[in-house]
């Protein structure tokens, strides 16, 4: 029986040597909670490929399209799955060659990794193409650049066929790459970041700062719809939402007014860097791009890295506004973001905030008040929510993670006596 599937194509795992199966297998298991909406009947890894077989035999663009999202996949080709009968591979490559749209020419390219199949590939090659030059007399051969490859590949006693295939995201396997806490805010900036150091296989524990209770909690709910719009690409496994509004107050009340964001976000880099030692992540990450607005230049960069000592990576450091929108507008944030809701960065905001921050001026200004202790509380307070959409995040358990929270707290007052 004649059946449809999806092969995924996976390239960049292919260079990763004795690892390969770590990634194959993590990208088996992230395919297979971002197809729960499908009726999947199997997922297998052969020679090369994930094949994804839906239970009523006839995969559908919809799934093809599922699949795409997923970081790790770099094609997915609509594919048809038969026996070794010539007459059915034939059959097969007539119908893919059918399906391919506008062309004008094509190749045959047969390859048999089972080498008990009898007939060669240059066989095959020839009878294909014989067969497909009588079905379509119209089209050229052009066996160096065909608009459309039909592939016949023989592989543990079936032929697969298939001619179109789309591009997927690219990248690694969610869960390959170790954990990170990206800061996430609603605007178009973080949710794009995040998405892309997550494409690369890091597992993303994002943490929210909201206004509570000086605002309302709109952006909270924003940012959990982002992690939802992320949802088919498994990136998120749990969002932190710390309520910063009160803390702000205390700040801008304590600090030079052109400083007060330089301190909130050193504030804010060291709530993060704390819960990702309690997540056991190793980095933090942000939406910053170079001097896109006056927080980002090098000097106001350095004086918030300052204050953490895990690596801060700005996956969108090089990157222009139309370039981030149109990501978003691709990985499905674009319309969350488009949504303004005041956050701990409307709250309290300098009339001049400083552009070129001297980091005496910023030390000073941090040692006025008393930000271990903040510190400390904010973390107390984080709230959390996770998502079932990433198989790779493991939450820390919770007695573990209060345990360890008061553990690091303590070392902390300590090295203050
Ligand atoms: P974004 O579009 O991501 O909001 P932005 O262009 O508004 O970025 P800033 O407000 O300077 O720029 O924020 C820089 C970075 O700081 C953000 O990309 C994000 O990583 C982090 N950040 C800003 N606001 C918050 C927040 N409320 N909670 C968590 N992180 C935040
Ligand atoms: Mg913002």
């Given at each position: 029986m004649t059946q449809r599937l999806c092969l995924v194509h996976y390239h960049e795992i292919g260079l990763k040597g004795k690892n390969r199966a770590i990634f194959e297998n993590q990208l088996v298991k992230n395919l297979r909670r971002a197809l729960k909406a499908f009726d999947v009947a199997a997922i297998a890894r052969i020679s090369g490929y994930v094949v994804v077989e839906s239970a009523d035999a006839h995969a559908s663009e919809e799934m093809a399209a599922a699949i795409r999202r997923v970081p790790g996949v770099a094609r997915v080709s609509l594919a048809y799955r038969c026996g070794l009968d010539e007459g059915d591979y034939v059959a097969c490559a007539i119908r893919a060659l059918g399906e391919s749209g506008d062309f004008a020419s094509f190749k045959v390219h047969a390859r048999r990794s089972a080498t008990t199949y009898e007939r060669h590939s240059i066989d095959m090659n020839r009878l294909v193409g014989s067969a497909l030059c009588e079905a379509f007399p119209d089209k050229k051969v052009d066996v160096h650049h065909p608009d459309v490859t039909v592939v016949v590949h023989v592989v543990q006693g079936s032929t697969y066929v298939y001619a179109a295939s789309a591009p997927g995201v690219g990248g690694l396997p969610v869960g390959t790459a170790g954990k990170v806490v990206p800061l996430l805010s609603s605007g178009f900036d973080s949710p794009v970041a995040t998405w892309m150091v997550g494409r690369r296989g890091a597992t993303c524990v994002p943490v929210h700062f909201s206004g509570r209770p000086m605002t309302a909690d709109t952006s909270e709910w924003l940012c959990q719809d982002i992690v939802d719009a992320l949802a088919p690409s498994g990136v998120v496994g749990r969002l932190y939402v710390v309520p910063f509004g009160e803390r702000q107050r205390e700040i801008s009340l304590a600090v030079p007014q052109s400083l007060r964001i330089i301190i909130y976000r050193r504030v804010m880099v060291q709530v993060a860097e704390r819960i990702a030692h309690l997540e056991g992540a190793k980095a933090l990450v942000t939406g910053e791009s170079l001097g896109q607005v006056a927080s980002q230049t090098l000097e106001n960069i350095a004086a918030v890295d300052e204050a953490v000592s895990m690596p801060v990576l700005?996956?969108?450091?090089?990157?222009?506004k139309q370039e981030i929108i149109r990501r978003a507008q691709e990985i499905g944030t674009y319309d969350i973001s488009c949504q303004t809701a005041p956050d701990c960065c409307t709250l309290f905001m300098p009339r001049r905030p400083e552009t070129h921050a001297r980091i005496a001026h910023v030390l000073e200004a941090w040692e006025s008040f008393d930000h271990a202790a903040m510190v400390d509380e904010l973390v107390e307070r984080a709230e959390w929510r996770d998502f079932s959409q990433c198989p790779s995040y493991r939450p820390p358990r919770a007695d573990e993670y209060r345990a360890r929270h008061a553990e690091l707290a303590g070392a902390r007052k300590e090295g203050e006596r």
């Open positions: 700005r996956p969108l450091i090089g990157s222009d």
